[in-house]
């Protein structure tokens, strides 16, 4: 027995002397690597690719910066005059894609309805896409352009098509508005003005909030109201087009519809359209006192769930259009140009986002480089200030700008949520409080 446990506790003392061996070559071993790879020559090299990085990173997210900066400050320079009244009252064919839009579309075609337009100057033509048997009855007895359809994977593009196929060509203008939206009675009016000019065939009018009843509310009207300064106003103050949204939207109705018969966007149709018209050379006018009113955001599941569905348009028309932007840049598409580059930019508050991160985590690893990264930041911060208009001043844009942070990382996150979100349409649910 002695002797069974001595050997036994030898080979315990064997087996642990063994172990510390071991367990010190490796670290010998790890060390002689660490030695060998950080030499003073490798450590200078990777100092040089981390400052080279640093540079590039900051360069790419100057050059947005600066883009906004730019029409930012030129949204500041003057607004397109009124027209003077038109001669005569042109047809219009008000045209509203209705996906499941049970909870509001009813009062978007009562604000349609009380247009002080002459009513047998123009249509209102709902194309209902999934709506409850009530709806439909209810919209049936209405004066207005009543059409059911039911596709198996619904787009807006479908829906309009289908429509300009079944109303035919007696009209001069096509107005888009979404199922959500509410015109003021003398909107078709300044339109139709706006079309007594020969060389206008779009228009884009200014879209405004129709609620701010919570903090995502008031923060996606703010945004609206952003991108009404710098991609409509500032642009067509420098002469460039303005941006399309969606909705709020006039054509030529026969441009309209021989461009709508190539788009067949799944989501985001309104950049396949805008990339094609500016591509054949249309100019996109914007009248920024002429309103339409859109209903905004109400829950963060909401602002995920449309935030998304743009993210994955703005990836996939970069990509489409791609191979078209050398050929516009020699021909002097401008207008193209400029669209692509808003392509192919970064959305605002992630650009927001991450140069606040970087520069706030240089500042802990080498001050002195995180400055311009706060130069930077303080730059962005300022054009979008420059870009909020001034009603917007109080103390509800605190609590929206508290939102910040938790719509940075839903947006985010949704860049790792963009695989096969354009094979079917996002749809945001709208007159309901998503949860």
Not at 145 to 171: H, P, Q, W
Not at 277 to 293: E, G, M, Q, V, W
Request: charged share 20%.
């Amino acid at each position: 027995m002695e002797t069974g446990s001595s050997r036994e506790l030898a080979r315990f003392f064997c087996s642990m002397i063994f172990r510390k061996m071991k367990i010190t070559s490796l670290c010998l071993l790890n060390q002689s690597l660490y030695i060998c790879l950080i030499t003073p020559e490798n450590k200078t090299i990777l100092e040089n690719f981390v400052y080279t990085l640093d540079w590039v990173i900051y360069v790419l997210f100057t050059f947005s910066v600066i883009y906004l900066f730019i029409f930012s400050v030129a949204s500041l320079l003057r607004k397109p005059q009124k027209p003077s009244v038109a001669k005569e009252y042109r047809r219009i064919a008000i045209l509203i894609a209705a996906y499941r839009e049970d909870n509001v579309i009813q009062d978007t075609v009562k604000a349609c309805l009380a247009q002080e337009y002459p009513h047998e100057k123009f249509d209102i033509v709902v194309i209902s896409d999934h709506m409850t048997a009530e709806t439909n009855q209810y919209l049936s007895k209405l004066p207005i352009r009543f059409l059911e359809v039911c596709f198996e994977n619904s787009t807006k593009s479908k829906s309009l098509n289908i429509a300009m196929s079944t109303i035919g060509d007696n009209y001069d203008i096509a107005v888009i508005i979404d199922a959500d939206n509410i015109i003021p009675p003398d909107y078709l009016i300044d339109i139709n003005n706006q079309f007594a000019s020969p060389q206008v065939e779009i228009l884009q009018t200014h879209r405004i909030a129709k609620n701010l009843n919570n903090k995502i509310a008031l923060l996606d009207a703010i945004s609206e109201e952003i991108n009404n300064s710098i991609f409509r106003l500032g642009h067509v103050n420098l002469g460039l087009s303005a941006a399309l949204i969606g909705s709020g939207m006039a054509f030529r109705y026969n441009l309209f519809r021989q461009t709508m018969s190539m788009v067949h966007a799944v989501g985001g149709f309104d950049r396949e359209l805008e990339l094609k018209l500016l591509y054949d050379r249309k100019f996109i006018y914007y009248l920024p006192h002429t309103y339409i009113k859109d209903e905004k955001i109400q829950s963060e599941v909401g602002f995920s769930r449309q935030r998304r569905r743009w993210l994955s348009a703005q990836w996939h028309y970069s990509i489409v259009a791609a191979p078209l932007i050398i050929k516009a840049i020699f021909a002097g598409k401008w207008s193209f140009v400029d669209k692509y580059i808003q392509q192919i930019s970064m959305p605002r508050l992630l650009l927001v986002g991450f140069i606040f991160i970087i520069a706030f985590v240089l500042t802990f690893i080498n001050a002195a480089i995180s400055i311009k990264w706060w130069v930077l930041f303080g730059t962005l911060i300022l054009a979008l200030m420059i870009a909020i208009p001034r009603h917007f001043y109080n103390r509800h844009l605190i609590l929206a700008l508290a939102t910040l942070p938790c719509t940075f990382f839903i947006m985010a996150g949704n860049l790792f949520k963009l695989r096969h979100a354009n094979k079917k349409f996002i749809h945001t649910l709208h007159g309901v409080d998503e949860k």
